[in-house]
Structure formats: C-alpha cells, structure tokens
T-cell receptor
C-alpha cells in the first residue's frame, strides 16, 4: 500500500492568482496522477506526472493552466494558474505502485475555492 | 451519453439492509472494474476489483460484472452506519489505460 499526503488540505484564493498543491508519497512509485473532482461529477484525470519528463495531459487540460512537476519518485506538485471560480474543486493526487498494477491509491485531496 | 453512468442518490437505508449500487457503461472494451469508497473529505479507497465478468465476494461486499449488459453492481450485506459514504464505480480497458470513474452514489445507513 501507499500513504499519500497533500498540502494544503484546503485553500480559498482570489481570482487571477495561482496555487501550488504538493503530493508526497511514503514510498517510491512509478505512476503518479492528478485528478479533479467537482461536485456531482466524476473524478476527471488531469494528467499523468512522469518522473524526469513532462507530464502527459488529458484532453481539455493544458500545461500553461496546470503545470506539473515530478522531481523524484515520491513527490509531485500541481499548480492551478490564473484561477477563476470555475477552478473551484477538489484536486486529488493518486499513485500506482507499479506500471499496470490494478490498484490506485489516493491522497486526501485539496479543496480549492476561488472567489 | 456519458461513458460511465451511476445513480447519484442519495440512497438512505436502515442499518442491516442489503444495499445494491449499480453502474452502466457504454464502452464494451472495458475489462477491469473497480469500486471505490469515499468518505466525506477523504480520498477514494479501493474496495473491490474484478476482471471481466463474474462475481467477487469480500466479507459483506459482493461485486458483480455483467459485460453482456454493460452493467456492474456492488452489494453490501448487513449494512452498517460506517458504510455511509460515496461509492464510485471505475473501469479501464487494460491495466495500462486510464481509469474512468462514475460520478458516485451517496449512501447513508441509518442506525
């Protein structure tokens, strides 16, 4: 299993600012993912954070808006840039312990409100 | 049509009841099916994982997959107040593909 922590747990931000969310895992993992969870909607994959290379973004998400870093096998950050109220959501970090394994472990999430 | 559909609820049942949670999907290529439980203000945690069609039982939980109908179910026997949470179905084509989640069903088990 994996224990995942996220910082901050919640934040209230002003329109036009940026917020960086940190994800720390207690063991080295191959795959790290960032999801968005909006009320009443499915968990939506934003991107796969690749160690040592650029993140792979899903359709509808771009690097300029959601830059991601993955400096090592236990840590990643997601930045939500130039925020608008539509970015208000829960952002979740997730990991798979090995490529092609069947289990994803999730962090507790970061609850973001943009005013 | 959304790829994965799930009745959002909320579903409210008395303690001890049998709960049935369901999802339908449109992509016949899905082969891996999961159920996650998410407590309020927590991340999802994996409950059940099945490959292809059939049943899988784990304690009070039973997962069923009917690929011919593109329909999956999670049954909870002898439901407890601690089962009160949102249940997310999820699926993927192969173990290397991204996971597609349903929107979740909110369950309340009343003592």
């Amino acid at each position: 299993s994996a224990v995942i922590s996220q910082k901050p747990s919640r934040d209230i931000c002003q329109r036009g600012t940026s917020l960086t969310i940190q994800c720390q895992v207690d063991s080295q993992v191959t795959m790290m993912f960032w999801y968005r969870q909006q009320p009443g909607q499915s968990l939506t994959l934003i991107a796969t954070a690749n160690q040592g290379s650029e993140a792979t973004y899903e359709s509808g998400f771009v690097i300029d808006k959601f830059p991601i870093s993955r400096p090592n096998l236990t840590f990643s950050t997601l930045t939500v840039s130039n925020m608008s109220p539509e970015d208000s959501s829960i952002y979740l970090c997730s990991v798979e312990l090995g490529r092609g394994t069947d289990t994803q472990y999730f962090g507790p999430g970061t609850r973001l409100t943009v005013l | 049509q959304k790829e994965v559909e799930q009745d959002p609820g909320p579903l409210s049942v008395p303690e001890g009841a049998i709960v049935s949670l369901n999802c339908t999907y449109s992509n016949s290529a899905f082969q891996y099916f999961m159920w996650y439980r998410q407590y309020s203000r927590k991340g999802p945690e994996l409950l059940m994982y099945t490959y292809s069609s059939g049943n899988k039982e784990d304690g009070r939980f039973t997962a069923q997959v009917d690929k011919s109908s593109k329909y999956i179910s999670l049954f909870i026997r002898d439901s407890q107040p601690s089962d009160s949470a949102t249940y997310l179905c999820a699926m993927r084509e192969t173990s290397y593909d991204k996971v597609i989640f349903g929107p979740g069903t909110s369950l309340s088990v009343i003592p």
